[in-house]
C-alpha cells in the first residue's frame, strides 16, 4: 500500500473551433505586417508569438464553458478569468524554452494547429527532479514502477485538446523538426477580471 502526496494535477478537454482556428492563421499570415515576429524580453527561444502583440482578447469568450467544466473538477468557489491570452506558432527547427507561467494560479495551453504524428506535446518537468536525480539513479531504482521519479512527462493530444495546468509547473516546446506548422493559444487563468498580477488569490 502507498499514498503518493502532493500530486500535480493537468487537465483535458477538447474543444474544436475551425473558425477560430482559419482567424488564427489569418493572424499568422499577416505577421510580416507587425512587430509581434520579436522574441518578448526575458524569454530565449525561437518562435513566433503574440504574447506582447495585439491579440484580441474577445478570443476568450472561447473557453466560457470549459472554464466552467473545468472549475466543477477543481472545486473552485469563484468565478475564474483569462486575463492574458497569446498565440504562439512554431515553424520548422523552432522551440520554446523551459519556463513557468508564475505567478500565475493556472494556466492553459488550446492546440489549435497540431498533427499528432509530426509535432509533440508541450512537455512538462518533475518539480522534483534535482532531488530525485542526485537520491536516485537507473541502476538502483525502476522508473516504470516509481514513476513519481520521471524527468517529465508528454501528455498525449490531438489537434483541438485544450491543457490546463498549474503555473508554477516548469514546461517547454521541443524543437518542431516537421515542415507542418505547430501553433497553440496559451493563457493564464485568475479570479480577477482583467487583472495584470497573474495571481489567482
Sequence with gaps: MYTDLFPSRIFKYHLDLPDLK???LDRYNSWSNHSVNETPEGWSCDCR???????????????????????????????PYIDEIWMNAYEQQQFQESHTHLPGFFSGIHYIMFDPEEHEATTFQNPQDNIHAFM???????????Q?????????????D??????HLKHFVK???????RM???????RIAESTRRVFA
Design 49 to 79: 508569438t503574440e504574447f506582447q502583440g495585439a491579440f484580441p482578447h474577445e478570443n476568450r469568450h472561447h473557453y466560457t464553458e470549459i472554464l466552467k467544466e473545468w472549475s466543477k473538477e477543481m472545486g473552485l468557489l469563484d468565478r
Design 184 to 190: 497553440t493559444i496559451s493563457f493564464n487563468i485568475n
Design 22 to 24: 482559419q482567424n488564427m
Design 162 to 167: 485544450i491543457i490546463l495546468f498549474p503555473s
Design 136 to 146: 536516485f539513479d537507473e541502476s538502483f531504482l525502476d522508473k516504470d514502477i516509481n
Design 148 to 160: 513519481y521519479l520521471h524527468e517529465n512527462h508528454t501528455p498525449k493530444v490531438v489537434e483541438s
Design 175 to 181: 524543437r518542431n523538426n516537421s515542415k507542418k506548422l
